[in-house]
């Protein structure tokens, strides 16, 4: 059942409209991933083995831009099924044209600019 849902997922993201070369929706802006809560930033398997059928090779939580398009369809696909065990992960959405990082207190982050926050 749950090969199944993945496979729904897939399909659903590689014959979406408003898709580009690679078969992953276009953003407006640019979108971030981020652990919105205390614990820190991890996938669930269920988001590794999604993200590994749609081209990407994640290894560990620091090898992923959190701006990876795959890692951002597989946040939005699976919503809270994407979680690692403390993660809670939310997606930011900023202008493309800004410099950014991701800031973090006791696992909690955020995207700033000099000027700016997002949270």
Known sequence: METEKLENVVRSVMTSNDTNKSGLKEATGRKIVINSGHG?????????????????????????????????????????????????L???????NVKWEIQEYDGAEWVSEKDKTWR
Do not use: C, H
Not at 52 to 64: E, R
Not at 68 to 81: E, F, I
């Open 40 to 88: 820190g930033f991890g996938l669930s398997k269920k988001a590794i083995e999604l993200a590994k059928q749609l081209g990407a090779d994640f290894n560990t939580s620091d090898d992923i831009k959190r701006d990876d398009p795959v890692l951002v369809q597989v946040v939005q696909d699976l919503g809270k099924a994407a979680n690692g065990s403390f993660a809670n």
């Open 90 to 96: 939310k997606i930011v959405e900023i202008p493309s």
